[in-house]
């Protein structure tokens, strides 16, 4: 729980901080789709119109440590028409401030009325989900190992013919006469009425 405040006490100021670094991010191209493959990614963010934007022809994906980019394009040479959105994300594991930029025709009057540069918006997605994402990771293996050790050592006696419960040597035994628990004998510790031996 702890931990899970934690990572949400640095979740935010982090992305922020890759926001405010964005001009020194070594990133790098990740994908570079053109026409018909570009069409089927669709946009990276809302598009700002009632009417849907065409599929993209071009889409383009630039990433770095907690920041991806996505640069993406639709264009029309028959139309006349072009589209176009930048959408950068910042935050680790998943995105929380997003901001994108956009262009389409502005003296379409059928077009207008939307903010093409809209200020960075807060992603719920990252806000809520990093911090459990992140708690949950650094959580649970060590409340997993002492678990683990216990189901580990038992299996192990028990292989070796001793009590699984407190390592006394138990081998012809039904009962552990040190702590009075039952015996567990694994698989290849047949007793005289198991299965037959195999063959
Ligand atoms: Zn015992």
């Not at 389409?104 to 903010?115: F, I, Q, R, V, Y």
């Not at 960075?120 to 809520?128: R, V």
């Not at 699984?164 to 047949?190: K, V």
Request: with cysteine; net charge negative; aromatic share 10%.
């Amino acid at each position: 729980m702890l931990l899970v405040l934690l990572a949400a006490a640095v979740n935010v100021p982090l992305a922020v901080s890759l926001f405010r670094s964005r001009s020194e991010l070594q990133a790098g191209q990740t994908l570079d789709l053109r026409g018909a493959d570009a069409a089927p990614r669709g946009w990276p963010s809302s598009t700002p119109h009632d009417d849907p934007w065409p599929s993209p022809t071009y889409w383009l994906l630039t990433e770095a440590f907690g920041y991806r980019e996505y640069s993406v394009m639709a264009a029309d040479a028959e139309t006349n028409t072009a589209y176009g959105m930048d959408t950068q994300r910042y935050g680790w594991p998943l995105p929380v401030i997003e901001q994108k930029m956009m262009w389409w025709d502005w003296d379409d009057p059928a077009l207008k009325g939307p903010e093409p540069d809209p200020a960075p918006a807060l992603l719920a997605t990252g806000l809520i989900g990093n911090p459990l994402l992140v708690g949950t990771a650094v959580f649970i293996p060590p409340v997993l190992a002492p678990f683990v050790l216990v189901v580990l050592r038992r299996a192990m006696r028990s292989r070796r013919g001793d009590c699984p419960w407190c390592g006394y040597d138990i081998r012809d035994l039904d009962c552990c006469p040190e702590c009075g628990n039952e015996a567990i004998r694994s698989a290849d510790q047949p007793t005289g009425t198991s299965r037959p031996p195999p063959g």
